[in-house]
């Protein structure tokens, strides 16, 4: 069992940053690969970014190429999304994941584990 716990949401103005942490209970890297997601009022939960267990492949989004980055502290035992040059559209509630599976992590499919979620809003 892997628990997930969210930190880092906030409120920032269009163009700052923010990071969000995602800390697991245990050994989260041992064989899971790790992701984000988000929903927006009104809107689906969407895929945003995830990387294998190794940490070798990354994928991210269309919408935040170049502006969201994740990264890892395998000692710490946990993840991060960083977020730049934040927009209103990216305003949504973040969740966290998990899944020994990346294909079914990045589907957002049966997926394992799930954090808290943690709302990130950004003004215009």
């Known amino acids: 069992q892997v628990r997930l716990v969210e930190s880092g949401g906030g409120l920032v103005q269009a163009g700052g940053s923010l990071r969000l942490s995602c800390a697991g209970s245990?050994?989260?890297?041992?064989?899971?690969?790790t992701g984000w997601f988000r929903q927006a009022p009104g809107k689906n939960r969407e895929f945003v970014a995830a990387?294998?267990?190794?940490?070798?492949?990354?994928y991210y989004t269309d919408a935040v190429k170049g502006r969201f980055t994740m990264s890892r502290d395998i000692a710490a035992n946990t993840f991060y999304l960083q977020m730049n040059s934040l927009k209103p559209e990216d305003t949504a509630v973040y969740y966290c994941?998990?899944?020994?599976?990346?294909?079914?992590?990045?589907?957002?499919?049966?997926?394992?584990?799930w954090g808290q979620g943690t709302q990130v809003t950004v003004s215009s």
């Open positions: 994941a998990a899944d020994s599976n990346i294909l079914q992590l990045r589907a957002g499919i049966r997926v394992n584990y």
């Open positions: 245990t050994r989260v890297f041992s064989g899971y690969a």
């Open positions: 990387e294998d267990w190794r940490g070798i492949n990354t």
